[in-house]
């Protein structure tokens, strides 16, 4: 079974930066697309940013040109750095591993979460 464990989440100030990691029990190169979603209270769940295996990029668009998606091959391990933090960025950060398809092909494993909390 496929394992992803985030860390690097905290509290920090509006204007701030953190940066999270997600490092995967095997290869990225295993998956097609590795990716953040996140999801504040009373919201669902919703995606941040996604990196396809080919190093292609998306980006929700309230975090476009504050945050950027990266990846560690040789330590297996996907990254979100956040830059200009704002208070409406606050919720818990799951990291995700997909086929990148869509129905009945499809395929997710996700991490337990990494709470970010940002101050106002």
């Known amino acids: 079974q496929v394992q992803l464990v985030e860390s690097g989440g905290g509290l920090v100030q509006a204007g701030g930066s953190l940066r999270l990691s997600c490092a995967a029990s095997?290869?990225?190169?295993?998956?097609?697309?590795m990716g953040w979603y996140r999801q504040a209270p009373g919201k669902q769940r919703e995606l941040v940013a996604v990196?396809?295996?080919?190093?292609?990029?998306n980006y929700a668009n309230p975090v476009k040109g504050r945050f950027t998606i990266s990846r560690d091959n040789a330590k297996n391990t996907v990254y979100l750095q956040m830059n200009s933090l704002k208070p409406e960025d606050t919720a818990v950060y799951y990291c995700?591993?997909?086929?990148?398809?869509?129905?009945?092909?499809?395929?997710?494993?996700w991490g337990q979460g990494t709470q970010v909390t940002v101050s106002s």
């Open positions: 990196m396809t295996r080919g190093g292609n990029t």
């Open positions: 095997g290869s990225i190169f295993s998956f097609n697309a």
């Open positions: 995700n591993c997909n086929n990148n398809l869509l129905g009945a092909l499809r395929y997710d494993y």
